[in-house]
């Protein structure tokens, strides 16, 4: 983990909710897609957790949704203004387990973090499929990004204005893969435990304090013991999970 | 002695920076980003008898200028603190660390205690009592003066090492519970533990914290915190260590002048995991501007006029 202070160099909306934000400045100490970074903002006392879109050579992208009071001012951030941020946070997803043929599963704000490890798994000659799910057509984002990284993509919309009507789960049932990564809302990750077929990995999130693994605030029970979503996750392997966390 | 040193309970401290017990874990975290050493001491995560798993999550809810925690005392328990955690801490520090203490009954707080007195890197044990007492309807030990007397003299009797009772805010006159843990043997008071509060989420209608209600920390409760130092450090005569809210030199130097010997910094690290380092280094600066030579020399201060 490293502090620094970047520079934002684009800020912008790609949907009604989402935005994409650009980052320059010392970003080696992200080593790994599915880690984090945690955004101090002018006015609130707690960091902003944000998964790690892409990295680059002195460029961090990440996407982020509009929710609160937090993203609301983050939103009207402009260009060349400065972010304090604590980089490199939680263990990332494992890409040595891919096998030839990973499927990948993103859901809404679960997005993002599935383009670095899609960029970076296909770069390692791997055929990626990705799964992008989304509440309806006007909330997608990223799908030609994903083609333009050679992707194989789906895209499902819940109320069907788009691509397979229903959830990521509907044409996971019919793909051969050897590992999957998944990341989106919690319901959308017990579906996808229960409907997968192979070892996979699963993105979590939580309400957290530090995002460093100081305060315990982020804990959460598995198969090997109590873990904290900030620094022994956000990642955690399916035959660890215990859902009745 | 040097300008920043003070002396809390016999033992002497570097500067009088500690970060508090919950806010540091058992250091490592902190280590891998900088040389601990640099602190006072620090008090380690509450630790009681049996592992916990603590509160279900959300445990951490935000607030103006502050945070909520309801973590519930996650911890190893005071065997894998011993066999574990110390040893690991040995390799990262080599100063007497303050043991934070918990229990929900008398016998508990006694047998973590007792377990932890013969270790040698132990300095302190800083005695939480602002749990619930399962013995006593679940009031906590802290809101009652008898209850608090009665952990402060049962964990007296079976340690050498200083005792440090960690007072909780939430209590009608703490002068009252202070002076009754003094009487009863205390070498030390630390105060205060958070304020007990609560966040709804305008969208669910329900409490963000999954416990309903947690401690308020952070700069929201400095004005308080100072005040509860300086009504209590005018009312015993052991020292007495400052905390809430503390985030800069500036706080650490306003704590003294209340009438803290030494100041645990908390939720500050939370938010900048150097904050406690930054926090030392920038004293001396905030000493020359306020024409401070010696912190020792500040303590209680702000209570002098009262004596002329």
Not at chain 1, 187 to 195: F, Q
Not at chain 2, 36 to 47: A, D, M, P
């Amino acid at each position: 983990m490293k502090q620094e202070v970047l520079t934002i160099t684009e800020n912008r909306p790609l949907t009604d909710a989402m935005m994409e934000l650009k980052l320059s400045g010392d970003v080696s100490a992200v080593t790994q897609p599915g880690q984090f970074v945690n955004l101090k903002l002018d006015g609130f006392y707690l960091r902003r957790p944000i998964s790690v879109c892409d990295c680059r050579q002195d460029e961090l992208t990440l996407l982020y949704k509009v929710v609160g009071q937090g993203t609301r001012a983050l939103r009207e951030m402009k260009q060349g203004e400065t972010l304090d941020v604590l980089l490199g946070l939680g263990n990332g997803y494992d890409l040595s387990v891919s096998g030839d043929a990973p499927l990948l599963l993103g859901g809404g704000a679960g997005v993002p973090p599935m383009y670095w490890l899609c960029r970076e798994l296909i770069a390692a000659g791997h055929s990626c499929t990705v799964i992008l799910g989304f509440n309806t057509a006007s909330e997608i984002f990223y799908e030609r990004e994903f083609l333009d990284l050679g992707a194989k993509v789906i895209i499902t919309t819940a109320d069907g204005s788009r691509g397979v009507p229903g959830f990521v789960t509907g044409p996971m049932a019919d793909l051969c893969y050897s590992h999957f990564y998944v990341c989106g809302p919690e319901p959308m990750l017990r579906a996808v435990y229960r409907a997968s077929r192979t070892s996979g990995q699963f993105s979590f999130e939580e309400r957290m304090g530090c995002g460093f693994g100081a305060c315990m605030g982020c804990s959460c029970k598995t198969v090997t013991g109590y873990k904290r979503i900030c620094r022994d996750g956000p990642v955690l392997r399916k035959e660890e999970i215990l859902w009745d966390r | 002695m040097g300008p920043l040193s003070v002396n809390l309970c016999g033992i002497e401290l570097d500067n009088p920076v500690i970060p508090a017990s919950g806010t540091f874990g058992f250091g490592y975290e902190f280590a891998e980003l900088y040389d601990i050493n640099c602190l006072g001491t620090f008090s380690f995560k509450g630790t009681t008898r049996e592992p916990r798993f603590g509160n279900p999550t959300p445990r951490i809810a935000e607030a103006p200028s502050g945070m909520l925690n309801s973590v519930g005392l996650q911890n190893p328990g005071v065997d894998a603190v011993i066999s574990r955690e110390l040893p690991r801490l040995k390799t990262c520090f080599s100063k007497p660390v303050m043991a934070n203490v918990s229990g929900f009954s008398v016998e508990e707080y006694v047998d973590v205690c007792a377990a932890l007195d013969p270790q040698p890197q132990i300095g302190w044990l800083e005695v939480n009592i602002s749990c619930p007492n399962v013995h006593g309807e679940g009031m906590s030990f802290g809101t009652d003066p008898n209850a608090a007397a009665e952990v402060t003299r049962a964990v007296k009797a079976v340690t050498t090492k200083p005792v440090i009772v960690k007072l909780s805010p939430n209590v009608t006159d703490i002068v009252s519970i202070a002076r009754a843990c003094e009487d009863a043997g205390a070498d030390g008071l630390s105060l205060i533990n958070t304020l007990l509060s609560m966040r709804i989420d305008l969208r669910t209608r329900r409490p963000i914290l999954a416990n309903t209600t947690g401690g308020l920390s952070g700069p929201a409760v400095f004005p308080l915190a100072v005040r509860m130092v300086y009504q209590v450090a005018k009312a015993v005569c052991i020292p007495v260590v400052g905390l809430g809210g503390v985030s800069s030199a500036e706080n650490v130097i306003e704590m003294m002048l209340a009438g803290a010997t030494a100041v645990q910094v908390g939720a500050a690290n939370l938010v900048n995991p150097f904050a406690c380092r930054d926090i030392i280094s920038d004293l001396p600066r905030v000493m020359e501007e306020y024409g401070i030579k010696e912190l020792n020399e500040i303590i209680g201060g702000a209570s002098e006029w009262e004596k002329m």
